[in-house]
């Protein structure tokens, strides 16, 4: 991992050296490295992070470079299940039996307020 991220950087650098943004290695190895970070920013300060992004991704373990892509397939199922799974009051109920509890309690309150 700490290599992936030497060569990150390095190949940074190169490139900042040879658009001659900088004019020394070690500028653009300080440059480099500052680029190389997670970047997401504070709610409270907004200042941004400061830890290494995951490699092969733009963000940092913590402000998600960790969590998976998801394949189409899960995707469609996610979209099935949010459209025949039943709800109670906007949210989504447990099982069948949920459903049927709610609608009886329903019932109960019409009732007694008739």
Same mark, same amino acid.
């Given at each position: 991992m700490r290599r992936e991220l030497r060569n990150q950087i390095a190949a940074q650098a190169r490139s900042l050296l040879d658009s001659g943004v900088v004019a020394n290695r070690r500028e /653009?190895? #300080?440059? /480099?490295?500052d680029l190389v970070r997670c970047g997401a *920013? =504070? !709610?409270? #300060?907004?200042?941004p992070c400061q830890?290494? $992004?995951?490699p092969g991704k733009r963000r940092c373990r913590?402000?998600?470079?960790?969590t $998976?892509?998801?394949? $189409?397939e *899960? !995707?469609?199922? =996610?979209?099935?299940? /949010? #459209?025949t799974q039943p709800?109670?009051?906007? *949210?989504? =109920?447990?099982?069948?039996?949920a459903l049927a509890?709610?609608?009886?309690?329903? =019932?109960e309150n019409n009732a007694k307020n008739a």
């Open positions: /653009a190895l #300080t440059l /480099a490295d *920013r =504070a !709610k409270s #300060t907004g200042r830890c290494r $992004p995951v913590l402000h998600g470079g960790l $998976p892509k998801m394949s $189409p *899960r !995707k469609e199922a =996610a979209r099935e299940r /949010a #459209t709800r109670i009051n906007g *949210r989504f =109920a447990r099982s069948a039996d509890q709610n609608s009886a309690k329903e =019932a």
